[in-house]
């Protein structure tokens, strides 16, 4: 009876780790949620912190874009895809770990999506000198390739940051409040007027580049800013449970896409483009594939929004 009850918690206490069933991905739920839980674990039990394991994420993750350097699959590039698949269940163990021990700050989200871009940056890096040192055409026109890993850099960066918005969106409506990370710049902007330059240096520099990056994702999605100052108007604070119910059923078909464009289907694409030789079709599938999904996404998204905006001043809901 006593180890039924052992394993009930355990099992309990996974799923408290994760966002939520309808934001995870198979891969995720399969391999990396598992393994970041376990890391989860032994690091509440020792005391490490999620910032900690996000830092640690960092080193693991440019470690691996240094060894995509090398034009050798044995042993460099196979120890690159290991260290970036380690570094992945880093990244979900510092999140299992703060919603496990509710340890949240906006400095843990912000070293979150850091992380993230420090990795590809390192990739990105990486696959351009290994094109201009190992690769004849790109020995010639050595501007092709970094003209070509800006460019998809600058997508990449949009790419993650509308998944991460959509996402939070869709969890305000699922988990309320509480359960999102969803911020806007109004009440950004309100709480950088109330933090005084002297002695918050860092605290209000951080403040800014989370304020422009939430700017950035507000500007993407006008149709989402007029459906949540309508809802506040309408609501306030208590969004109808019949609303929240609403927007869900419409909203939960996306998020695959904000899956597949944050992490899995873009590495399963850069271990391809590793495995035969030829890492610059990694760039070309981040400028089609991916950007291609993002624009559905952000189309359909808006679509929706709009749809619900008519609703409301319908008096449907």
Known sequence: MENEEKKTSFIEQYKQSLKSMDTEETIDLLFYRPIGFAWAKLCAKIGITPNVITIASIFLGIGAGIMFYFPHLWPYNIIGIFLL???????????????????????GRILDGLSGDLWFAAIYIAICL????????????????????????????????????YRQFHLFFLKGKEGSELDSVDVLDKRLAETPWKGNLWKRATMLVYRNYTANQETMTPSMQRLRKLLKNHFGEAI??????????????????????????????????????????????????????????IIRHEHIC????????NGKF
């Open 85 to 107: 698949i380690w570094a992945n269940s880093f990244d979900s163990a510092d999140g299992q770990l703060a919603r496990m021990t509710q340890q949240y700050s906006r400095l």
């Open 130 to 165: 290994r094109m201009n040192n190992y690769e004849p055409f790109f020995m010639e026109h050595k501007w092709l390739i970094w003209t070509i890993a800006v460019v998809t850099g600058m997508c990449h960066a949009k790419q993650a940051a509308m998944a991460d918005y």
């Open 240 to 297: 109808s449970q019949q609303f929240r119910d609403a927007f869900r059923a419409k909203s939960k078909p996306l998020m695959k896409y904000t899956n597949w464009l944050s992490f899995n289907i873009r590495v399963l694409a850069l271990f391809v483009a590793i495995f035969i030789g030829m890492p610059w079709v990694y760039f070309a599938f981040e400028l089609t594939v991916l950007n291609i999904m993002l624009v559905y996404m």
């Open 306 to 313: 709009r749809h619900f905006i008519n609703d409301i001043n």
